[in-house]
């Protein structure tokens, strides 16, 4: 497979030798910059699917919308380049989709020769962090292979969120900026990798069943559909909702990065990896710090923090909501935040660290929505 899917690259791409690798910082382009596009939650990624298989196709580019690109003539030959070189390499589906979104947001898929300082090319590669040349960083081929290889290089990048992935290889001042990509980029996979000659059906069917597990398509509402979580882990197949909103979803990536870390009474969450014990989080500073990262104040306690913006069913919840356990409704005595897919992250007690559950295995008393 990975012999054809190289044949299928050359046919495409012209590919360059690699030249040495190196898991380096990146900076972002003016893309991330510029103003944040209009939500694209409600995308409706099987047209978007529909339409670049249109021009992957033959059609005039000029004469075919796509939802979210502006220059489909230019950018989907990158994008093909992009989940041609994944194949070549033998990513997974998941990873072309991450590649994807970061160039999305680097560059608009567009292979720039100019950025932030030296930065180059579709993910806004750098040579003095040595990507390459800026000649080897502006070829599409090179560029994509330097990505993937960081990307395969970062432990655990297939369990985590898109955003988290691309920001363990880009480094950017705009971590949140590539989840907004991320059904696009599933949309443009799908299409492109059906697309590529020879390319085998069971894979294809393969590639796709990933995407649509990533792609925010609700599992199970309490969670039962995940094995065992490992405490501090981010369970296989887990993504932020595509329609969580955008404080909600920065919440629950600050949150996230907090796994591992060790419960501590009264702790205020706002050092939870420093030295000092006190910095680390209870459950009810890991919510009111989650969402002060996101610019939504909070108050300090569980007692407090249920009296919050407005209370919300437990069959109506939604990725950010607050659930609230233990002793009474009007006095709860714990609290987490819903991830989506029946999961919660919560600082659960002495001794255990902040850590995903599967909301079975919550008494939820109350859930309140502060977004």
């Known amino acids: 497979m990975k012999a054809l899917a190289a044949g299928v690259a050359a046919v495409f791409l012209s590919p360059l030798l690699l030249a040495g690798t190196a898991l380096v910082v990146a ?20 047209h978007v699917t529909e339409q670049v298989a249109r021009i992957l196709d033959g059609a005039d580019a000029s004469a075919v919308r796509v939802a979210g690109l502006d220059l489909p003539a230019e950018q989907i030959p990158h994008a093909q380049t992009i989940v041609a070189t994944g194949i ?22 567009r292979n720039l020769a100019y950025g932030d300082r030296d930065s180059l090319g579709l993910f806004q590669q750098r040579p003095s962090q040595n990507w390459g040349t800026a000649e080897q960083i502006r070829d599409p081929v090179h ?18 969120p898109l955003a988290q992935a691309a920001q363990s290889v880009q480094r950017s001042a705009y971590p949140d900026a590539y ?8 949309a443009l996979q799908k299409a492109i990798a059906a697309s590529l ?43 932020i909702p595509a329609d969580t909103g955008p404080r909600a979803r920065k919440a629950i990536v600050w949150a996230m990065h907090q796994l591992g870390t060790m419960y501590q009474w009264g702790g205020s969450c706002t050092a939870p990896r420093g030295p000092d014990p006190m910095g680390r989080c209870d459950c009810s500073s890991l919510i009111q710090q989650a969402y002060a990262h996101a610019g939504v104040p909070l ?15 437990p069959k109506a919840i939604k990725a950010g909501d607050l659930l609230f356990s233990r002793r009474s409704a009007d006095r709860p005595e714990h609290v987490g935040m819903y991830l989506g897919k029946g999961l919660v992250i919560e600082a659960p007690r002495t001794g255990k660290p902040v850590r995903i559950t599967a909301v079975k295995d919550w008494d939820v008393l109350a859930v309140r929505r502060v977004t």
Not at 90 to 105: K, S, W
Not at 199 to 220: D, I, R, V
């Open 27 to 46: 900076t972002s382009s003016e893309a991330a910059h510029s103003s944040a596009l209009d939500c694209l939650s409600d995308m409706d990624t099987a």
């Open 88 to 109: 070549s390499l033998d990513v997974p589906g998941r990873g072309r989709i991450i590649a994807l979104a970061t160039a999305l947001q680097e560059s608009r898929l």
């Open 143 to 160: 560029a994509s292979q330097q990505f993937y290889k960081a990307l395969l290089k970062v432990n655990g990048w297939q369990q985590m």
């Open 179 to 186: 989840a907004q990509w991320e059904l696009l980029a599933t």
């Open 197 to 239: 000659p020879d390319y085998n059906s069971n894979q294809t069917n393969k590639g796709n069943e990933e995407l649509t597990a990533q792609a925010g398509c609700e599992g199970a509402e309490d969670g039962s559909s995940f094995t065992t979580i490992p405490e501090g882990t981010v369970p296989d197949g887990y993504a």
């Open 299 to 313: 108050t300090r306690t569980t007692y407090t923090q249920v009296r919050e913006g407005t209370a919300v069913s």
